[in-house]
């Protein structure tokens, strides 16, 4: 006997079959026991939740010697019949392939004669969308007012499809795609039947990877038990029989985007291409794991909300102290783009590398959305490095005073490029004893805060006010965001008992540094200079 699929052998027989759509059963098997049957029915839903099957099961039922509380007995002869498929009375109806006005007319005629045997003719219209508009129109008189002893019952994927005028005339059921527990409980049930083994980690995996839907979960299962022949068919198998990577793969990829790191990014994608995984899977999966990553960090989502185990819930809520929400929106239009282009590329390791590399190196354009991906990608990269213990680089040998740059350094001689600016007494003693003590203040700053203002100068006001300058305004945005100058204020006031305020800016294009002098030392120069009036 030629072998049967599972998900055609393990077809719901009856409405105590169907999984993930009890209050649609509920519905229809009190219209027959109440003998309130419509005559037109529009069942709607993504692929695999069960429409045709449940037509196929309320046809039965309806057609039933036999009936009991609104269900089919199973045993009559006209059960048995349109089991077999050898009934006249269940009409089923490719749409795809008849949808022209020539097989609506067909359709028209034979609902004319009443059915050689049971008490209904069933019209069973699958994926009844793809009719064409003539169609439609042909149809809505008989589909209106058929005879009392027709039912039809069109089912389709895309409900939008379909023409008001026809909807009006449906009972409309939409039917839920199938959560992950009702689809391995519908396994289990399966593998008792069958004799197979399996663990539960793999049921689990099956559940969720067909997205809701029952038939493509039997398919994946029987696909997977095909090639472990009695065995028990681990978690591990469902994988690579697949073509698939488990949670761990996926958090060492999104970690080397996160820290930059593109040698190991590139090193597992190398990894999966030589193991066989399919590259667009690949990012499918990521996509979907970036997608739960930003629902803990925003909800109070819990495991089981996002159905996934404990373990990955635990690694998630890890990775979510190592990024931020913009930062996973970004990557999740980013990929989301990209596996849209690996559907129609004959070489997906070549553009999940490329999109692997702009995801780990910072955008370099002007924009204000490029700007601020670079800040908060920067942000984040220096908060890893915190927290991972990574020390600050190795300082750099001393360089000559006239070549040393930083708010904290020696006042080099003027050049003549150069501005000289005169200052006040006041200003000149703030700018020294911030100069003076720069390091010592530094050091009671936290890490990055203190690295990104080695690279400021400092800049004398009036009013007790020091200007940092920065060379770029990524840093000075960051220095915003750390709070770093409140801080600065705040030691300052703390170790020499004064106030001084600080400011920051960004420095200009080749902006040179000044040369700030005071009326004593400005005497004793022996060269023409000019002097600024005073801040």
Known sequence: MAYIALYRK?????????????AIVKTLQNQIAGNRIGHAYLFCGSRGTGKTTLAK???????????????????????????EGRSTNVIEIDAASNNGVDNIREIRDEVQYRPASGRYRVYIIDEVHNISNAAFNAMLKTLEEPPEYVIFILATTEPHAIPVTVLSRCQRFDFHRITPADMVERLHELME??????????????????????R???????????AMPGEVLRFEDVLKILGTVNSAVLSRYFRAVL??????ALALIEELRNEGRDLGQFVVDLIWYLRNLLVLMTSDATAEDLEISREDWARLAEEGQLTGPEELMDLIRSYSALAGDLRTTADKRVLLEVATIQAARPRTGESRNDVASRLTALERRVDRLIRNGI?????????????????????????????VVRLSPAQWEDLQLIRSHWSELLSGMDYPSAQLLRRSRLEPLDGGVLRVVFPDIFTANMVKSFGALPRL?????????????????????SEPEPVYITDEELSHINMKIETDTED
């Open 10 to 22: 393990w077809r719901p027989k009856t409405f105590g079959d169907v999984k993930g759509q009890d």
């Open 57 to 83: 099961i309320f046809a039965k039922a309806v057609n039933c010697e036999n009936p009991v509380n609104g269900c089919a007995c199973g045993e009559c002869e006209t059960c048995r019949s349109i089991e």
């Open 193 to 214: 039947g069958e004799g197979i083994r399996a663990e539960e980690a793999a049921l689990n995996y099956i559940a969720r990877k067909a997205d809701g839907a029952m």
């Open 216 to 226: 493509d979960a039997i398919s994946l299962f029987d696909q997977s038990v095909s």
């Open 259 to 264: 820290n930059g790191d593109v040698n190991d």
């Open 391 to 419: 020390p600050a680089a190795a300082p750099q040998a001393a360089q000559p005073a006239e070549k040393t740059a930083g708010a904290g350094s020696a006042q080099p001689e003027a050049s003549p490029d150069q501005e």
């Open 489 to 509: 204020e705040e030691l300052v006031a703390s170790k020499y008992q004064k106030t001084i305020r600080f400011d920051l800016r960004t420095a200009r294009r």
